[in-house]
């Protein structure tokens, strides 16, 4: 036996105890190699985190991802002196997948994850970052956008590159005539990306189209989380991605499931199971083995420090009956809320002949409405995160004429729905 083996039996021995015979010596010895083994191609590796294969890449990633989007601000702008020491705590917990978007924060989320990763942090982490389509005033906006988001971050290669947001309008305006899914090829053939995907707000009709398009797609980007059962691509899209080698995960709905509302918390905590809300989004996805990476938003150091103690027990298959019991009774109390619209999101009402975004407006921005009462986030979602070219057009669009409710599953009083929300948000 060499030095170093025999140096490293004996921390073996150390940590199975000074009792332990030679099966238990041996048992530990083959976790200890089976570990190292793991490690062995993973970037930024850490036994603290747990490691998924991300889609088609060949790559792992850690399960919990670093979402740039609700960094803490100053002054209507990013805090960067708090940001990067939250970024690199990540770094040093494991976390190798840092989530950033052309469009994050005005495009300071770009710069954040620059001014985070210099000296040397850079080579210990996946970044990735969006092509906005609904900003581009023509095909030639495409290479000059990525060319502006890598010198942003002060990367010369961006490892996965999305396709912003792809909706309807998206896919059917932009995607296609513009050619971006070829131009996007071209870039990973030069090298300035490692690999290619999209990021998805639509029906899970949609994203069939979506990914069955090319074989090129390595990856993708969902919104899933255990309230959106079967808004946009639902539980199925995950499941649709990973049987095409692709799956990736948001999981808190921009914030809302990080601080639930009472009615919720109160269904959740009948069933006897105590955690924490983001906890649960988490654990959620983490349950499902389609899932490699969750991606979640962080405002503060302490948020940092709770995923990462999330993360390290995250497993497929890990919730138990009880929890998932919990998980249904917090979706009743949101289902059943008083004034809740029962839309979810199918977007069989699109495209509307007014450009109402119909199944955003309902399943998202009203119902989320009427749990929380913040009508201040509530306009946020309304104006700030919808706009014409996205989703579509405000409530007060709509022409009553009818069209839509011919196309409902939920045989919805759509219009006499729409005027409802047009009443309660004043648009």
């Not at 710069?111 to 389509?133: E, F, H, I």
């Not at 995960?249 to 914030?255: E, L």
């Not at 919720?264 to 199971?273: E, F, Q, R």
């Not at 924490?276 to 499902?288: G, K, N, Q, S, V």
Request: charged share 20%; net charge neutral.
């Amino acid at each position: 036996m060499d030095r170093r083996s025999f140096i490293k039996s004996g921390l073996i021995a150390a940590a199975v105890g000074a009792t332990a015979g030679p099966e238990a010596i041996a048992r530990e010895a083959g976790r200890q190699a089976a570990r190292e083994q793991r490690a062995k191609g993973i970037l930024n590796y850490n036994p603290n985190m747990q490691y998924r294969p991300m889609g088609r890449t060949g790559v792992s990633v850690s399960a919990l991802g670093f979402g740039m989007l609700r960094l803490p601000m100053k002054g209507g702008h990013v805090d960067f002196e708090q940001t990067t020491p939250m970024v690199r705590r990540a770094i040093e917990g494991g976390v190798n997948y840092i989530d950033t978007g052309r469009v994050y924060l005005g495009g300071e989320s770009e710069q954040a994850v620059g001014k985070a990763l210099a000296g040397g942090w850079r080579d210990r982490v996946y970044v990735t970052s969006k092509m906005p389509w609904w900003e581009m005033q023509s095909a030639d906006d495409f290479e000059k956008f990525f060319d502006q988001s890598r010198r942003a971050i002060g990367t010369d290669v961006i490892d996965f590159y999305h396709i912003h947001m792809i909706m309807h309008r998206g896919w059917n305006d932009y995607v296609l005539p513009y050619r971006l899914i070829e131009k996007m090829e071209r870039l990973k053939a030069q090298g300035k990306i490692r690999f290619m995907g999209f990021s998805f707000h639509d029906s899970l009709q949609l994203f069939k189209r979506v990914v069955e398009y090319t074989p090129a797609w390595d990856f993708c980007l969902i919104q899933h989380n255990y309230l959106d059962y079967e808004y946009e691509a639902g539980v199925l899209g995950p499941k649709y991605a990973a049987a095409n080698g692709m799956a990736v995960m948001k999981p808190v709905r921009t914030g809302f499931l990080a601080h639930l509302p009472q009615g919720m918390k109160d269904a959740l905590a009948s069933t006897g199971v105590s955690k924490p809300d983001t906890e649960w989004a988490l654990d959620y996805l983490w349950d499902m083995p389609e899932v490699s990476v969750a991606v979640s938003g962080m405002g503060a150091m302490a948020d940092v420090e709770a995923n990462l103690g999330y993360a390290a027990k995250a497993r497929p298959n890990m919730l138990s009956p009880a929890e998932r019991e919990a998980l249904g009774a917090a979706v009743y109390a949101y289902r059943h809320a008083p004034g809740h619209i029962d839309c979810t999101g199918c977007y069989q009402c699109i495209p509307c002949p007014a450009n109402v975004a119909i199944g955003y407006i309902f399943a998202y921005v009203y119902n989320n409405y009427l749990l929380h009462g913040n009508m201040e986030r509530a306009m946020a979602d309304y104006t700030v995160s919808m706009s014409p070219v996205q989703r579509g057009d405000p409530a007060s669009s709509c022409t009553g004429c009818g069209v839509c409710m011919a196309k409902c599953p939920q045989h919805l009083d759509i219009p006499g729905l729409l005027a409802k929300v047009k009443q309660t948000m004043g648009k």
